[in-house]
């Protein structure tokens, strides 16, 4: 466990023994370092980041010893990290992920890219802002820089590559009697008003509704997965506006709002989701209806010191979900086979969230919940049951 504090001058000592730790392990030190010159410039510097407004200097720590270093700068226009160092005995504890973790959902909460330089030096750095999916966007002197956003992230995740091989006509969660229900559905709760899709994708819900004779608007972050739903229907039938369904506002008022498939779980922080319902419910007329299709987290399944489990085992495909309890966090690895030793790897992060945590969620924004069905043919929902669609109304 790690919690930071903001920085004291009586903490400068430390802040330049764990720095000199993280640098000397890595072995990037100077043969010709001048320790005792670099302290006094440290020093002076650490002490002016402590009285600047614009900039906070926290100490880390690690059961309530100090144990890192963490400079961050705030403006209008993004979020920086000034630098960051661990002491060599907590590194590789996931401690760095978790602060950048932290600090990506504050830059996506204010609509801000999250910047960070890394020394050209310093692979184990590197490797980590590329996993986090960090771009390099510059370069100064000896550094490159680095930069996050949650736009860029979506686009990189469901890319063009991703969008063409979604759809699948006819089969899974295209299938016709899978379709069907959810359509019939969902054009009832609308009761002959219109309908707004928040993640809408390449369309695989709203044409067959919009067909079906309900109009339809959506939301959508993935620019790859909008093309595909521009082949099929242009924006005067179904009008969509880019962004993030936690935030981004679509002109009009609806009777209802839907997410499927799982899909509010993309949304990885606790605040995004409860944002999510509040979008809806800013969308929605007097008595409009908000629907979550989601499925029912399945640590039943996860004996306990196992970090995964094997949703799906078919000849083409293996579906294999690992889990952070902690976070409540699970990464779906998506395995598809081709001929001989032929694979292709998909990973899809989500934040899993149990039924009467999302009734909260609902509560929160202003939502009663109105009816809860295992599936969308409105079969009973029992504690056996898989996944759930739950429908949540405004007060009329």
């Given at each position: 466990m790690h919690r930071l504090r903001l920085a004291t001058d009586a903490d400068v000592r430390f802040l330049a023994d764990v720095t000199l730790a993280a640098t000397?392990?890595?072995g990037r030190l100077?043969?010709?370092f001048d320790e005792a010159a670099w302290r006094d410039r440290f020093a002076?510097?650490?002490r002016e980041s402590i009285e600047d407004p614009g900039t906070e200097l926290y100490v880390i720590e690690v059961d309530d010893v100090g144990a890192g270093r963490l400079r961050v700068s705030r403006t209008a226009e993004f979020v920086e990290v000034n630098g960051i160092q661990l002491h060599p005995e907590v590194q590789n504890r996931g401690i760095g992920t978790a602060i950048f973790t932290v600090l990506q959902s504050e830059a996506a909460r204010s609509?801000?890219?999250?910047k960070v330089n890394v020394e050209r030096?310093?692979?184990d750095a590197r490797r980590l802002y590329d996993r986090l999916g960090f771009v390099k966007i510059g370069e100064e002197g000896g550094e490159d820089v680095l930069?996050?956003?949650?736009?860029?992230?979506?686009n990189r995740l469901w890319n063009a590559d991703v969008a063409e091989r979604y759809d699948t006509p006819g089969v899974g969660m295209f299938a016709e009697d899978v379709l069907g229900p959810t359509v019939q559905?969902?054009?009832?709760l609308a009761d002959g008003g219109r309908a707004l899709e928040f993640a809408i994708g390449t369309g695989r819900v709203a044409v067959p509704l919009s067909e079906y004779g309900v109009p339809v608007s959506g939301i959508e972050f993935s620019d790859a997965m909008l093309e595909q739903l521009r082949t099929k229907a242009d924006a005067d039938t179904i009008p969509v506006v880019t962004g993030d369904m936690a935030t981004a506002r679509i002109p009009g008022e609806f009777t209802l709002v839907y997410l499927v498939y799982n899909t509010i779980a993309n949304l990885l922080t606790q605040e995004e989701q409860v944002a999510c319902f509040r979008n809806a419910a800013r969308h929605l007329s007097p008595g409009g209806r908000f629907v979550i299709e989601l499925w029912v987290p399945e640590l039943r399944r996860l004996p306990p010191g196992v970090p995964a489990t094997v949703g799906t085992a078919d000849p083409g495909y293996i579906l294999l979900d690992t889990y952070d309890v902690l976070k409540q966090h699970v990464v779906s690895h998506h395995f598809h086979f081709g001929e001989g030793t032929d694979a292709?790897?998909?990973?899809?992060?989500?934040?899993?969230?149990?039924?009467?945590?999302?009734?909260?969620?609902?509560?929160?924004?202003?939502?009663?919940l109105e009816s809860r069905h295992a599936d969308w043919t409105t079969t009973e929902f029992t504690a056996d049951s898989p996944s759930h669609v739950s429908v949540y109304r405004l007060p009329s």
């Open positions: 000397g392990a890595q100077p043969a010709d002076e510097w650490t609509g801000v890219p999250l030096d310093n692979p930069e996050w956003s949650k736009a860029a992230e979506q559905r969902l054009a009832q292709q790897l998909f990973r899809t992060p989500h934040r899993y969230i149990w039924p009467a945590e999302l009734d909260l969620m609902a509560q929160l924004a202003g939502f009663t």
